[in-house]
Structures are given as C-alpha cells and as structure tokens.
C-alpha cells in the first residue's frame, strides 16, 4: 500500500542522512534522540522535559569517546 512505500521511503532517508556524518556528530543526534523520548517520558510529555532531555542526551552523546 501506498502508507508503506511512504514510511520505508522516509526511513532510507533518514538512514542516508547519517552517512556524511562523522562518529561523534552520529552519538550526538542519538543521544539527543534518546534523551528528548525520556525527558518525555519522565515528565509526561511536557515540551520542556523533552527539550531538557534532549539537551542533556546530545551533551552525553557528543562527549561518549571523546579523544
């Protein structure tokens, strides 16, 4: 169906928008992502929570084995 193609068209996006992308800049963006889904969820879904964690997620990810 057409919901399909579309979501696995969104998803290849997605995937080939990392590939420039070097490791440190890859644990940002996914701790940025994982910090805004739990700030989200530690706060019931307010925007600050998802903000704060967000920010705080792409601090750790960006300093994860840092050189």
Known sequence: PLYSSAASDVYKRQLSACSGMT?????????AGVGAIGGSILTGGSTA???????????????????
Request: proline share 0%; aromatic share 0%; hydrophobic share 30%.
């Open 23 to 31: 490791q440190q800049e890859k644990n940002t963006a996914i701790g």
């Open 49 to 67: 929570g998802t903000v704060g964690g967000a920010a705080v997620g792409g601090v750790i990810g960006h300093e994860v084995n840092k050189k």
